[in-house]
Each structure stands twice: as C-alpha cells, then as structure tokens.
C-alpha cells in the first residue's frame, strides 16, 4: 500500500514537472504600436499577431497592448530601450530620441528582401544593438513614398510662407524649401489643420484616410520622395532571452510577414486614385523640376546624415543606395 502511494506521488510530481517545463517553454512579449490601432499598420499586423498566437501555442505569443494611448508615440522607442515593452511597431522618425540613425531608414532604395541579402539587416541590428538597445527584427511597411500635402497651391517647389507639420523624417528637407516646420504627433493634426495652426503637412501616399485628414486637405505635391519604414523592433536582453525554437519561430513569422510586402504597391496605387475622388488635387511640376526635387530630397537628408554619424550613414548610404 505504501509502495503504491509513494509511487503515485512520484507519478504526480513528474507530472507537474512535465507540465512546468512545457509553461517555461513558452514566453509572452508584450507589443505596443506608435501609431493609432484604426490604422492601416496596426489593422495589417493584428491577423499576423492571431496566426503567431494560434501557431505559436507552448512557444511563443504576443499580447498587445494598444498604440498611443497605452504609450504615447514618441515615448515609444525608449519603452522597447528600457524593457517597459518587449517589442513595438514604430517607425525610426518617432525614436530620434533615443538614436539619431532610426531616421536613415526612410532612405532605403531597395526591397527589404534585398536589404537582407546585401547585409543592409546585420548592419542596422549592429548599430540598433550598441545604441539602441534594440533588435531590428523586420521591416513590414516599403513601397509607401511621402509626400507633401497642403491647403495652398503652389507651382514651384517653394514652401515659403506655409506652416507645414513634419517629423524628423523631413525636417531638413522642408526647411530647405523654406517651410515654418511644426512638430506634433498624428493624433494632433486633424485639429491643426481645422485651426489653421498648418497649412499642410508631410505624410505617405497612404494613411490620411484613416486619420480622415483628407477632409481638410485641397493638395498633394508629387512626385514622391524616401519610403515609409514602419517596422518591428525588440527590447535586445528580451530577444537574447529567447531559446532558440523561440528564435527560430519568431523569425519564421516575421519572415512570412515581411513576404506580404507586396501589398503595399496595390495599396499606393488604390489610394492615390482614392485620393483624387475625395477631391485631393495633384500638383505635378515639369520632368526636369520633378527630377531636381527628388535628388534634392536624398542629397539633403544624406548630407543630415553624414553630419549626425559619419562612419554608420557612410556605410548605411553604400548599402542603401541603388
């Protein structure tokens, strides 16, 4: 009798070791967005999060948290440096703060496939390692140029006189078109714009829908200039804590996300036209002009660059560059 009782317990305890093993076998990283949860970025990443979870169940899971509200968006890239957060999508404009580099991404001129075949990934993570405390794990918004969007026509590349909203994506460059440059978070435009506080503002060809900024703007300047990066990033200590099924996993989806990138090109084609059945008007200026302001546009923000962190834009520009 005793005999079987302790070898029930044994049973037991193997049993709840078994099943300890198999929890810690699985880790939850902890998601926020920097950009609104109605938004094209977030609505494109949530069927992605639900594969993971439903394929990742005793291995891996995301749990989102929310975009803005939960972290404000320039708060975000410090919250994936200092662990608040294991992993965010964000764009490197809204993180200057913590590394002046996240901004050279907008120069890319190359698929992000590409990027990963010319070393362009192991370059990045090397820098987003030493200085930002960050893995760079995949980049899932390309194809996707900005564009200056405003209330008063022009027929020049001249800004003189407007009161444009940018990030650090386009500081210089508007400036350099003699743009009153104001800095505010999305959420704050739609506001401005009613108020007059701007005449316009920068923004990629997709995404104004979604922030129904299209009702206060008249004007989209063409051609387009840089590429939107909107990518995922990982708090480092948090991505080196993952086992190697747990690495092996994670990169099997990020890959499989970044593979739908091809969205993107259908997508900017469907809200130009979009955007000109709103009542948006395209302002186009001669091939020549339309020429000397896209070279002006990556001469700018390079020469920014190389002045900012000569060694990294140096080898991020011959990696970048077609």
Known sequence: MKTRVIKSALLWVLAASSATTVLAQEVTLRLVSAFAENG??????QPWINKVNAEGKGVLQINFIGGPKAIPTFEVGNAVKTGVVDMALNTGAFYTNVMPEADFLKLTQMTVAEQRKNGSFDAINKVWNEKGNMQYLARIVENQPFHIYTNKKVDKPDLSGQKIRITPVYRDFFQSLNANVITTP????????????????????????????????????DPGFYDAEVSLVMNLPAFKKLTDAQRVYLQKQLLALEAENTFWVRYAAEETARQAKSGIQTIAFDAATSKAFKDKAYDIAWTSALKQSPEIAAKFKSLFSK
């Open 186 to 221: 999305p959420g704050e435009v739609y506001t401005a714009l009613e108020r007059g506080v701007v005449d316009g503002y920068g923004w990629p060809i997709g995404g104004i829908f979604d922030l129904n900024w299209h009702e206060k703007t008249k004007f989209r300047i």
């Open 40 to 45: 094209i970025y977030v609505q494109r990443l």
